[in-house]
Nanobody, 121 residues
Framework: HVQLVESGGGSVQTGGTLRLSCEASGDVYCMSWFRQGSGNKREGVASINIQRGRTYYGDPVKGRFTIAQDSTKNKVFLQMNSLRPEDTAMYYC??????????????????WGQGTQVTVS
C-alpha cells in the first residue's frame, strides 16, 4: 500500500506563490493534484505521468500552475503562481499504479494524501 505525504500549503495574498510537495512511499506511475473548496466537488488541478513526463492541467490553472517531478520520480511538486482567492481549497495529492482513463476523475485513483490547505485572500 502506497502512502502519500503532502506539504507546503499555507495562506498567501492574491498574486502570491506557494509550492506544494507530495512524496510517495512506493513506485507509482501517475501522480496528480486535486482540490476541493467549501461546498464544491473535488476538482482535478494537474497531473503528471511519472514514466513519460507528460503533464495535464485543469483550465482554471493553465499558465499559472506547474507540476513537476524530482529525480527520484517518487516526489512531485505543484508550483502555484499568481494565486487567486478562487484557488482557496484543500489540495490533495493522488496517485495510481498505472496511467489510464481521464486524469481528472477522482475515482481513477487508488492512493490519496491527507490534504493540505491553501488559502488566498
Amino acid at each position: 500500500h502506497v502512502q502519500l505525504v503532502e506539504s507546503g500549503g499555507g495562506s498567501v495574498q492574491t498574486g502570491g506563490t506557494l509550492r506544494l510537495s507530495c512524496e510517495a512511499s512506493g513506485d507509482v506511475y501517475c501522480m496528480s493534484w486535486f482540490r476541493q473548496g467549501s461546498g464544491n466537488k473535488r476538482e482535478g488541478v494537474a497531473s503528471i505521468n511519472i514514466q513519460r513526463g507528460r503533464t495535464y492541467y485543469g483550465d482554471p490553472v493553465k499558465g499559472r500552475f506547474t507540476i513537476a517531478q524530482d529525480s527520484t520520480k517518487n516526489k512531485v511538486f505543484l508550483q502555484m503562481n499568481s494565486l487567486r482567492p478562487e484557488d482557496t481549497a484543500m489540495y490533495y495529492c493522488a496517485a495510481e499504479d498505472y496511467c489510464g482513463g481521464s486524469w481528472d476523475l477522482p475515482e481513477n485513483y487508488l492512493y490519496w494524501g491527507q490534504g493540505t490547505q491553501v488559502t488566498v485572500s
